[in-house]
DNA sequence: GATCAGGAGATTTTT
DNA sequence: TCTCCTGATC
């Protein structure tokens, strides 16, 4: 795992006593039966009462693998196994941490089969979930856009998030889009069903059915962990929350931590009653409230506070803080994202000269991985040191997909996406025709296509071999067969080598190399990734083969993240607001302050969305201890209107903790914008100057006819037919518009 | 029936 | 900028 930053109070490392803890710490960490809900506010030393807990636990007789610690992240579960260890000692390694995915899984290895699986199984991520999508709507015979796949797919997460099987979902499906998703869901199970394969959240529904139906299984696990602690309580979506409730309901040692204001996802199903219900949830339970902050400075909390109050909705409470007022927040003004990077970079030297601030301790943030590129460029091109958290995506490279869908395909002849997606790469003569009937085949024999092409080869291998009925053409035929024997070839090497030396295997077996070597744009990189996973996989070599293999998929589908080559500790972190909640930094910057960025463009229509845009907001302004800076730029390329104005959140904060680093000189060309710190709301055009169907002339595009257009918060966008130049999307202050009717 | 080329569309946040 | 998809070609 790659060393992560500083998380809450790093800083103060203790004893396990509770000397030096707050009257609200030491109520909580001394509180240990029965359930408990902690409402630890930003920096209030979340992290040291969750450790300090867990000792005290331990020191009570409780033994560590009695303990059952879920957190949201494995980035998350990494930080608390070391602080505990470091607390406690290394007898607490025994303590189970775990994501949420993690402790279900290893419940699902153990105690599937009382459902009805196999405990090998594959795990399908988005990307895969996305083909099964496609895979279900195309059994169906649905055109692929009948409905979008993804928002399908979206939809069928958040059924899962709510544990609604298809049939509970089709009960309550309104609506065109719904009822076409229902039937899809429907196809979809049967799908991931019949390829052995479960995805993120089946993998709750199943450990709840298995708590809910396996009364051996319950019994065990009520009787092993005996405690229940879960971080980031306000993030769990409702699945989770019935997991923890059936682990807990022995007993109701239950302990959640969270912080509502700190709720960002729940666009991925997160369930903010989980923590505002929990007292109703888990009668008798205490609720302990910390609202000291140790780490940030008067400025920057009350920056936070201030953003954080404008939401509509929220459990009450206020941050305070002993530390000193600090220096003011610098703001940023840049001309485009080139630019941000660069002032950004200004800044920092000017911190590490002036104020000896060492590059670890720094952190950029932004709202979209897509903005990390600016800085990368620059970073990479002036020998800047950095490390990106996340986000590089890793797991979802083509050649790295590729790779895997080998060793799903071996590791479970019954995936039918990691089949077919290796099946003709390289090009193997096996084409979508093919392998439909291929499926169908399969259908019709109850077997799977993978299975299929092993069975082919071997009746090819054996001349005496009855001939079966093979409802597939010749040359179909003789090219499945090839593949089959590639498989089983696959599959002696699977079960001889270990998974490490079991990837450079499949490579030159299936000739997946010259894929490689003949990369049209970059094989040298497409290598390196792939030699990447083979270290990566070797951490598995100490296993059986088999057994290694299996266990490298799993962690390949849990881990999003990837260890960065070296470990670089004096590099700058890089990473979005999402991923950076948990973490602290001195100096943060908060970069691409911009209205529709952030806030971004798809919450502005939602005032829940634009509601936890906010909380995202103030999860980013909370994670500076010394220094906040932030930036925007006047245009940024890309999507969108090029014209750029300061995000509505700074123009929250009040403008005496707010002073300009730099602003740009009013250029030509450069609409004017007022001073962040005297603005209210820019001025936007009260109604539409351009009507539809009228003529006007641009000075590039010549003329055209206005096709649409729409008043915006800060301009009128028209869109517009132009005889030559075709559609374009155009903001009326940019683009100079001449009616001429 | 497979492959190729070119175009279109889409790009939030993550286990 | 990149991936997916479609339609045309071999």
Redesign the pocket.
Known sequence: MQRQPQTDERSDRDDPSTDGLNPQQRTAVEHLVGPLLVFAGAGTGKTRVITHRVARLIAHGVAPWQILAVT????AANEMRERIIDLVGLAAGGVNVG????QCLRILRRDFHRIGWESDFSIY???D??RAV?QAMSDLDM???TV???AVR?EI?RAKDELATPHEYAERAEGFFQETTASIYHRYQRVLRSAQAVD??D??AYAVQILRESPEARTAYHGRFRFILVDEYQDTNRAQYYFVRELAAGHGNVCVVGDDDQS??S??GADIRNILEFEDQFPAASVVRLERNYRSTKRILAAANEVISKLATRAPKTLWTDRADGDALGLVEAFDEDDEAQQVLEVVRKLSADHQVARRDIAIMY?????S?AFEELFVRLGVPYQL???TEFY???EVRDVLAYLRAVANPRDLLSFERMA?VP???????????LRTWAEQTGLAPGELVRWLSQQADAPDAVEADVPL?G??RR?LTELGRVMRKLDTLASELPVGSLINAVVQETGYDDVLDNDP?RPEERWENVVELAAAAGKYDEFEPREGLQRFLYEA?????VDNLAEQSEAITM?????AKGLEFGVVFMTGMEEELFP?I??HDDPD?ME??RR?AYVGITRARDRLFMSYARFRS???TPVRFPSRFLGDIPREHLVYERRLDEQPGLPPVAPVTAQAEPQAPTERTFRDGQKVRHRVFGEGLVVSGKVTRFDEEVTVMFEGAGLKHLAVNMANLEALN
């Open positions: 949201f992240t494995n980035k994501t949420f995915h993690g991520d988005a990307t979930q996305l496609k055109p692929l856009n979008s796949p993804q979206n997460s993120f959240g993998m709750i960002i996802y666009w991925r709202r979209t991985n897509a903005q590129r958290v996340g986000a979802n490279r083509k003709n090009r193997r003569g096996i084409g979508a025709t093919t392998l439909k009937s053409g040359r179909a090219a744009d589908a849990l881990v999003s993240e990473l979005t607001y999402h991923a971004h798809r919450s969305q936890e845009e995202l890309g999507w969108g």
